[in-house]
């Protein structure tokens, strides 16, 4: 049996998706049909040529929909949902940081400037 990864599956499982996820679904534009682990590679290498920008949601979502393609065990997957949930956060807040804050402030590092 060929491994097939089913995008619309993947974002079907989430009430809400994670920005993470949203970014890298937007970027990826993978439709509705299953992929085979090849078509995902290459949709996912297209999407980081178009768009560098979020190549790092990208490439994470990618292999996080390939991990989950690739174990049968609910335990594994609710494993691999972690860790992308956790890497999902720190990306956002580390956008924040580089935006501001949750209020439109500019973050100020007080130790740029300092040797």
Partial sequence: MEVRIDPAGYLAQFNVLPYLVAVADEVLDLGIEPLTPAQLA?????????????????????????????VEADADRDLIRQHLATIGEALEANDLDVMGDAHGKPVVNLDQGKG
């Fill in 42 to 70: 290459h949709a996912t290498a297209r999407a980081i040529r178009k768009k560098p920008v979020h190549a790092l949601e990208a490439a994470v979502v990618s292999m996080a929909m390939l991990g989950e393609g690739l």
